[in-house]
Each structure stands twice: as structure tokens, then as C-alpha cells.
């Protein structure tokens, strides 16, 4: 099956810095989601993107699916982004179901 | 809001008790989902319906089971819970085309 890794594994971070998560994946797909898993295990949708770029404020994606990649840029960042961010992937085959990546830890300190 | 929910937030049951947890949606999307998450692990499917078609993925232990009565309601039941089974269960909707909603999510305890 499709693979979806994430990179980095972990990332502490000072409030205001900026930082980008990457995803890459193995095969084709469809679409591709970002969401950030608060710390009570909510996952919010960030970002469906397909392709191209998207900006949501703070937040920014790019996916690059013909090389099979998706950025995710956090600028300033604040305590409250602190969690687990998971790239998922519809795999091409048809139908959308969600492949999750191996996520991104993130902690950000005061 | 149109939104997810899903009851109860935290579930406690007994060593081979049977449970199950609730999802709605307001969202009026086609598609539910259940998925599997365990403590720092990525969400794994258990199944979906599209519409009122069952799809149980291959490794969903056979101690897992799901209904779908109508659009709005999805239940997911766990005929004899074990030690294994603890873990956050996250239901989630979406339409032909269209991204994923999730809910909140229930975590399960089994004690």
C-alpha cells in the first residue's frame, strides 16, 4: 500500500519562530489533507489541497504531487500550535479513503 | 453549526464488555468513517459506509462491528472489549469529492 512519511518526527520551537513540515508520499493520490490533532485529540482540517498553494492566515500549504511532496509552513508560531500535525492522503484508487502519514510532533515553548 | 459529534467523549467499560459509541452529523455527507487511533500512533480505518454500503477493511478484528440505521447516525460496536481495544475512536464524514470532518473523538478505557 501507499506509504506517507513525515518529516521531522519532532519539532520543539520557540514562540515566533517560523517552521515547515514536510510530507511525502509513495504513489499517486487524489487529494491530500493537513490537519493539527490538538492536545484533546481533536484533528482539525486544515488544509485540503490537492495541489498548488493555500494560505490560511499563519498557516500555509504547497503540494507538489507530480514529485509526490506537501508543505506545511507555520509563521509565528504560538503555544497553541503546539500538537500533532498528520498530512492523510486519498489514495488513486477510486475512492476517498484516508491514509494517514506518521505525523509531526510539534511543541512550542513561551 | 453543522458539525460531528460524537458521545460519549470518554468511555470506560469492563474486560469483555459490550460497547458502543455514537457519532451524528449535521453535515449531511454521504460517507462515514470510523477510525482506530492508539497513543501516538496515526488513525487506522476500521471501516466505512458509503451511502448504506458497508466496507470493512481487511485487518478489522471481527470483535469490531458497525451500523449505520440512517444519513445522520453511525454506531460502533465492540462485542468483547480486551486490554487491546483501549484507544481514541475518531468518526468522521465526508462527500463525493469532498474533504474530511471529524469529531471530537471517544476514548476508551478498558479496565
Known amino acids: 500500500g501507499i506509504q506517507v512519511e513525515q518529516s521531522p518526527p519532532d519539532l520543539i520551537l520557540q514562540e515566533g ?3 515547515t513540515l514536510r510530507c511525502n508520499f509513495s504513489d499517486s493520490v487524489n487529494n491530500l489533507q493537513w490537519f493539527h490533532q490538538n ?5 482539525i482540517n486544515l488544509f485540503y489541497i490537492p495541489s498548488g498553494t493555500k494560505q490560511n492566515g499563519r498557516l500555509s500549504a504547497t503540494t507538489v504531487a507530480t514529485e509526490r511532496y506537501s508543505l506545511l509552513y507555520i509563521s509565528s508560531s504560538q503555544t497553541t500550535d503546539s500538537g500533532v500535525y498528520f498530512c492523510a492522503v486519498e489514495r488513486d484508487t ?3 479513503k484516508l491514509v494517514f502519514g506518521t505525523g509531526t510532533r510539534l511543541l512550542v515553548s513561551p | 453549526d453543522a458539525m460531528v459529534i460524537q458521545n460519549p467523549r470518554y468511555q470506560v467499560t469492563q474486560f469483555g464488555k459490550p460497547v458502543t459509541l455514537s457519532c451524528s452529523q449535521t453535515l449531511n455527507h454521504n460517507v ?4 482506530q487511533q492508539k497513543s501516538s500512533q496515526a488513525p487506522k480505518l476500521l471501516f466505512h459506509y458509503y ?5 470493512n477493511e481487511a485487518d478489522t478484528p471481527d470483535n ?3 451500523r449505520r440505521p440512517n444519513t445522520s447516525f453511525c454506531f460502533l460496536d465492540i462485542r468483547s ?14 462527500r463525493d469529492m469532498g474533504g474530511y470532518t ?3 473523538g471517544t476514548r476508551l478505557t478498558v479496565v
Open chain 1, 39 to 43: 492536545p484533546w485529540g481533536q484533528l
Open chain 2, 64 to 66: 469490531f462491528q458497525s
Open chain 2, 32 to 35: 462515514m468513517y470510523w477510525y
Open chain 1, 17 to 19: 519562530a517560523n517552521s
Open chain 2, 102 to 104: 471529524f469529531g471530537s
Open chain 2, 51 to 55: 451511502d448504506k454500503d458497508f466496507n
Open chain 1, 94 to 96: 477510486g475512492f476517498q
Open chain 2, 81 to 94: 472489549p480486551g486490554l487491546g481495544d483501549a484507544a481514541m475512536y475518531l468518526c468522521a464524514t465526508s
